[in-house]
């Protein structure tokens, strides 16, 4: 994540950011909203990054303004640094949900009981996700998110450092489970509901 260095107008086609980022060309990011519109970002992909500089050019024009300035503004404003946050979305392992009925998948920890020929068996899930990208997953008009715990309480189970970004459904949703890491994470343009307990 960086902050804005300097404002970033619409119709404007690069935007300071940071410098000494690993960001690259092809890389996406999301500029996230700095007015009351909670729908005013904009999600572009990089097409070069200066890093000496911060100067960063895009794919395409911004749709919304975005706020920002070289120091932080934080003495102003308790400790706060208002300044416009621009997110990475890619990652190196990625989970890409197939958009099919606007249903582009879902990743489901949970526990369960196994029953063939009078065997009982139980099963036990268990996630470890650290820097996974998962795009367009999770279902529209439904509870099946993007990552879902249900049911999830003997394993311990972690996503940190991931990003979940674009479904049509919720993004994460944990119910009747314990034991869940849930730290440091984007999670981005998700209808209705992007975390869920």
């Known amino acids: 994540m960086s902050r804005l260095l300097a404002e ?3 119709g404007e086609n690069s ?19 700095t007015s009351y519109d909670r729908t005013a970002s904009d999600d572009v992909f990089i097409e070069s990054y200066d890093n000496t500089t ?9 749709n919304h303004y975005h706020w920002g300035q070289a120091v932080s503004p934080a003495a102003d404003y308790n ?12 990652r190196n392992v990625k989970i890409v949900g197939e958009d099919v009925e606007s249903w582009g998948g879902q990743v489901v ?17 268990q996630l470890i996700f650290d820097n996974v ?7 529209i008009d439904t509870l099946k998110s993007a990552i879902r715990f249900e049911s999830a309480a003997t394993l311990h189970s972690s996503v940190t450092n991931c990003t979940l970004h674009n479904g049509y459904g919720w993004g994460m949703f944990v119910k ?11 999670i981005y343009n998700f209808r209705p509901i992007g975390v869920a307990f």
């Open 109 to 125: 920890t949970s526990d369960s009981v196994e029953v063939i020929e009078g065997v009982v068996t139980m099963r036990t899930g």
């Open 54 to 62: 911060g100067i960063l050019k895009i794919n395409s024009t911004l």
């Open 133 to 139: 990208e998962v795009f367009n997953a999770s279902q």
């Open 176 to 186: 009747s489970s314990k034991n869940i890491q849930i730290a440091d994470n984007i």
């Open 15 to 33: 935007i300071t950011v940071e410098t000494g980022l690993d960001w690259v060309a092809g890389d996406r990011i999301a500029l996230l909203a």
């Open 79 to 90: 400790g706060i640094d208002i300044r416009g946050e621009v997110v990475l979305l890619t």
């Open 8 to 10: 970033a107008k619409k």
